[in-house]
């Protein structure tokens, strides 16, 4: 049986970073850079005002105070979006609102409530003012917003393999660009096995189970970044195995749940020998040992003969998502270009004992809280990999190495953080 570490670098050897794609921005959320981003324009594109108020010259506002203050002449508005029509010359101010280009001349802009302006409009019944006195002195640049200031033309303003937050859209925006190079994101095809199984928009019979696993496999595939590519449920026969098998060959690779464990997988196995070619099978990790992995081959719908990764993750829900964030996850980040392949982990006080018994590395599910800038863990319950509801307790994955047969409750352990409580809580 091989360590974790082996198998997800076997996993990870057989998976490549996919190619570039034009996409919107917006849908490049999450997304990888595929190339740097020049600015072709200054932003802002020219000097403005950060403030309300009126554009002057520095030099007629020298020690002007709310006591002496300085009267100027009004020649004008600017609004934003327009351009100045005049000059400010000495004497003269310009009223200019928030974001408006600072007319030619002015050197500062001396904010509304630095001026007389309320009281001046009071006294003339809302009619515009045409004197302004100045209450305080300005110095040169006061309140002016420099163009280029945020990104100068020419700038490389994003790197190639920057990972796409709203931030980031933003950024591109603010450049008029609508569309971004980004590495496309996998399209993962996920095949339920089992007789037992019942589609989840199906009256359900006696002895059987919904297909719960298609669902939170590809929700979790969703939720780094790939594509779920559905593909139903197979019987636990040869013929609608290899028929299961073969609907996915158009995808970047092909997840199969269930069929793994000891008795089933003799059936399974034969047909991934046949359909392609078996990696390995079971990995010291609890839950989720009987794990497979190896390449299924065949012609997409194009007539194209291809072969693509294929993780036979186990059928007990709590193994087949587990088992997805260890090794399925890091593959699809690979897939998206992405460098950090794995989940944060925190050190964490253990307020339960867990009994390591057969030197697997155990991943028990826990919920991590955090209490006076300590975090604690404690197990969800019952670790049985078919109780599902103890994973939508947990938030954390507290890691047992192989070689340690206990740890005892107050020990601290790395816990693979899921959710943080801070976000998840609501
Ligand atoms: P298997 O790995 O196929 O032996 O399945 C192990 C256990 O997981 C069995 O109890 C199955 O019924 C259950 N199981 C397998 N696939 C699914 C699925 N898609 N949804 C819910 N339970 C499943
Ligand atoms: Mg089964």
Known sequence: M??????LEKILSYIATLEEEQVPILDSLGQVLAEDVKSG???PPLDNTAMDGYAVQSGDTLGASRESPRLLRVIDTVIAGS??????????????????????????VVKFEDTDEEQRRKAS?????????????????????RAGEDISQGATVLKKGTVIRPSEVGVLASLGQSEVRVIR?????ILATGNELVEINQPRPTGKIYNSNTYSVAASVRRCGGIPQILGIAQD????????????LDADMLITIGGVSKG????VKDVLAREGQINFWTVRIKPGKPLAFGTIKGTDKNGVTRSIPHLGLPGNPVSAMVTFEIFARPAILKMLGKKNLSKPTVAAVLENSIVNTDGRRIHDRVIVEKRNGQYFARLTGKQGSGILSSMSRANGLAVVPEDRAEVKAGEVVQVIMLDWNEEASG
């Not at 994101?185 to 095809?189: G, H, Q, S, T, Y």
């Not at 026969?237 to 996915?248: I, M, N, P, Q, W």
């Not at 089933?264 to 059936?267: A, E, N, P, T």
């Open 125 to 145: 019944a809302g009619q515009p003012v045409t004197e302004i006195g100045i209450l305080c002195q300005a110095n040169p640049g006061l309140n002016i917003r």
């Open 185 to 189: 994101r996998p399209v993962i095809a």
């Open 237 to 248: 026969r040869e013929d609608s195995l290899v028929a299961g098998l073969r609907r996915g």
């Open 2 to 7: 091989i360590s974790v570490e082996q198998a």
């Open 83 to 108: 351009m100045p029509e005049h000059e400010v010359t000495p004497g003269t101010a310009i009223r200019i609102m928030t974001g408006a280009p600072v007319p030619e001349g002015a050197d500062s």
């Open 264 to 267: 089933d997988y003799d059936m």
């Open 41 to 43: 324009i200054n932003v």
